[in-house]
């Protein structure tokens, strides 16, 4: 790749990622799955999900499975 060619294409990355820079977008709760307005592109967890006691108390999520173990 020329320098020229590696120029335009950083300067239109920059360009795109400047579009929704400080804007809120809506993403998924990493914990509740539910879709929540984000207000920063590193909030990933809801408001909901945070304000629970488990999540102020720093208890570790356990995944949870669709079958039972035996």
């Known amino acids: 790749m020329t320098d020229?060619?590696?120029?335009?294409?950083?300067d239109t990355e920059e360009?795109?990622?400047q579009i929704?820079?400080?804007e809120p977008q809506v993403r998924q709760c990493l914990r509740c799955q539910t879709d929540f307005p984000s207000q920063w592109a590193g909030e990933r967890v809801c408001l909901r999900c945070k304000g629970s006691s488990?999540?102020?108390?720093?208890i570790p999520v356990r995944?949870?499975?669709s079958s039972s173990r035996r």
Do not use: D, N, P, Y
């Open 20 to 22: 929704h820079r400080g």
């Open 4 to 10: 020229t060619a590696i120029k335009r294409r950083l």
């Open 54 to 58: 488990t999540w102020r108390s720093g």
């Open 63 to 65: 995944a949870s499975t």
């Open 15 to 17: 360009s795109s990622s």
